[in-house]
């Protein structure tokens, strides 16, 4: 990656995944995410990998979650990757699609949505 790229948010290597998250990548996995959420409260992170702002909240996130003593269940969704699984959040659970887009859902239902700077740890731990 180049210095231009990590200043202003270059394309990510999808090989670099952190391991604080459960990825999205099917409808299956959207389906088993929702299931949990009937188990505990689960959250969804929604992140444009071409964003310069998507990229500064996830990483001012993840260092939020890092700070926890108690780890919530975390999933994430390339939105570029996967803009069918998105469609079907915002259409399945009636919420707007937002990026980046953090999602609380128990039972089911999302109990809490936030996007841009209004993305915080405490929306899941609360």
Not at 70 to 90: M, T, V
């Amino acid at each position: 990656m180049s210095f231009f790229d990590k200043i202003f948010g270059g394309k990510e290597d999808s090989s670099e995944k952190n391991p604080i998250w459960k990825y999205i990548e099917s409808d299956d996995d959207l389906k088993k995410t929702i299931e949990n959420s009937f188990v505990h409260k689960v959250a969804i992170f929604k992140h444009s990998t071409s964003c310069f702002i998507s990229k500064t909240v996830l990483r001012n996130f993840e260092k939020e979650i890092e700070n926890l003593d108690q780890k919530p269940e975390l999933y994430f969704l390339d939105l570029l990757a996967h803009r069918s699984i998105s469609n079907k959040i915002a259409e399945d659970l009636s919420v707007r699609h937002e990026s980046p887009q953090l999602l609380v859902i128990e039972n089911g239902k999302v109990i809490n949505s936030a996007s841009h700077q209004h993305i915080s740890a405490d929306q899941i731990v609360s």
